[in-house]
T-cell receptor, first 113, second 115 residues
Framework: ETGVTQSPTHLIKTRGQQVTLRCSSQ?????VSWYQQALGQGPQFIFQ???????GRGNFPPRFSGLQFPNYSSELNVNALELDDSALYLC????????????FGSGTRLTVV | AQTVTQSQPEMSVQEAETVTLSCTYD???????LFWYKQPPSRQMILVIR??????QNATENRFSVNFQKAAKSFSLKISDSQLGDTAMYFC????????????FGTGTRLKVLA
């Protein structure tokens, strides 16, 4: 059974640019969530997808958007990057209606300069 | 608003000793789950232990156990026989079952196990 894989592991972008982060869910998991973890902080919920539909969103502006594909893999897109977007971005997947023990990936470290 | 508070930014413990990490939370919900996650330098969040709010019995996983006090909204983690591999950030997290199943995380406790 494969776990959750994220790519790339590290990324450096310039302020104003756009970025796409990718996540492959664990086999059999149809729910995926994205979290932003700033340095020294706990992860903050960005949004969740279930069967290709957004199923909830945290307090993030519209320039944070996502997609989930039929194979349940997912993308996080961030437009007009700002310096404060520098963070670790974590993807987590779960079978729907499981008892909420999500499996996390190792994250993508995004640095905006 | 639901919140999770971890009041110990850093802790250390000698190898083979026992350490307790504290966590309090606030919610008006009655049905929810509580978790402790470990985040080593590899960055991956690893589930340590899970507690269902409707269960009075404290969860236990090998060397890890919790003290769940629902009325006090307290959820502490006890690590027995601490090992060097336990060195990591530990996050307390809450998830309710009434809507989007999103985690609310605390700010974490950095635990260092000393040889």
């Amino acid at each position: 059974e494969t776990g959750v894989t994220q790519s790339p592991t590290h990324l450096i972008k310039t302020r104003g640019q756009q970025v796409t982060l990718r996540c492959s869910s664990q086999s059999g998991h149809n729910t995926v969530s994205w979290y932003q973890q700033a340095l020294g902080q706990g992860p903050q919920f960005i949004f969740q997808y279930y069967r290709e539909e957004e199923n909830g969103r945290g307090n993030f502006p519209p320039r944070f958007s996502g997609l989930q594909f039929p194979n349940y893999s997912s993308e996080l897109n961030v437009n007009a990057l700002e310096l404060d977007d520098s963070a670790l971005y974590l993807c987590a997947s779960s079978p729907h209606s499981e008892n909420y023990g999500y499996t996390f990936g190792s994250g993508t470290r995004l640095t905006v300069v | 608003a639901q919140t999770v508070t971890q009041s110990q930014p850093e802790m250390s413990v000698q190898e083979a000793e026992t350490v307790t990490l504290s966590c309090t939370y606030d919610t008006s919900e009655n049905n929810y789950y509580l978790f402790w996650y470990k985040q080593p330098p590899s960055r991956q969040m690893i589930l340590v232990i899970r507690q269902e709010a409707y269960k009075q019995q404290n969860a236990t996983e090998n060397r890890f156990s919790v003290n769940f006090q629902k009325a006090a909204k307290s959820f502490s983690l006890k690590i027995s026989d601490s090992q060097l591999g336990d060195t990591a950030m530990y996050f307390c997290a809450f998830i309710d079952t009434s809507g989007t199943y999103k985690y609310i995380f605390g700010t974490g406790t950095r635990l260092k196990v000393l040889a």
